[in-house]
């Protein structure tokens, strides 16, 4: 779907390592996104792109930084990572701001 | 402050049983408005949107500015009907709704 990958699929580390998830894109969209998925809670934004160098901080940005170098790359970093941080991280992009928003297929990200 | 609440997180229905997941919404201009369904353990997918007033797997959902509704329909639920369903509001970023799980029991 839009020709979203999002790398690794799956992850297993331990408390206070450093994360890098990685979400590519090949429809050269604008504006990118990451969303942490638990039960319960649904979606929630964590940061998002609106362009090159051009981030902002969504619902749950607390202990994440994000890093958007060229147009088709937006990764994720988890600095120190805590067992709370534990989730399906899903990548999603669009061309417009109020455009309908494609998805990656998720890493799931377990932290012992 | 725009938002998007789902009030119902898991709705059984039995198969053949009319199916009705509500949305409502709070938004200061005219709202763009979307469905997204999400099956076991796959990406989420776009459903449908309210200006393309289309019926995606025989759902339908009508935008009812008085109500600041947008409740998804479908008059007779199929199995693979059961998924993860998320209503959003196009706003920059788009807004979520905490979704509701759909079982529809054979």
């Known amino acids: 779907d839009a020709g979203i990958t999002q790398s690794p699929r799956h992850k297993v580390t331990e408390t206070g390592t450093p994360v890098t998830l990685r979400c590519h894109q090949t429809?050269?969209?604008?504006?990118m996104y990451w969303y942490r998925q638990d039960p319960g809670h649904g979606l929630r934004l964590i940061h998002y792109s609106y362009g090159v160098k051009d981030t902002d901080k969504g619902e749950v940005s607390d202990g994440y930084s994000v890093s958007r170098s060229k147009t088709e790359d937006f990764l994720l970093t988890l600095e120190s990572a805590t067992s709370s941080q534990t989730s399906v991280y899903f990548c999603a992009t669009t061309g417009e701001s109020n455009q309908p928003q494609h998805f990656g297929d998720g890493t799931r990200l377990s932290i012992l | 402050a725009q938002r998007v609440t789902q009030p119902e997180k898991l709705l059984s229905v039995f198969k053949g049983a009319p199916v009705e997941l509500k949305c409502n919404y709070s938004y200061s201009g005219s709202p763009e408005l979307f469905w997204y369904v999400q099956y076991s353990r796959q990406r989420l997918q776009l459903l449908l949107r309210h200006i393309s007033r289309e019926s995606i797997k025989g759902f339908t959902a009508d935008l009812n500015k008085g109500e600041t509704s947008f409740h998804l329909k479908k008059p007779f639920a199929q199995e693979e009907d059961s998924a993860m369903y998320y209503c959003a509001l196009g706003d920059t970023p788009l807004v979520f709704g905490k979704g509701t799980r759909l079982s529809v029991i054979a």
């Open positions: 429809e050269n969209h604008r504006y």
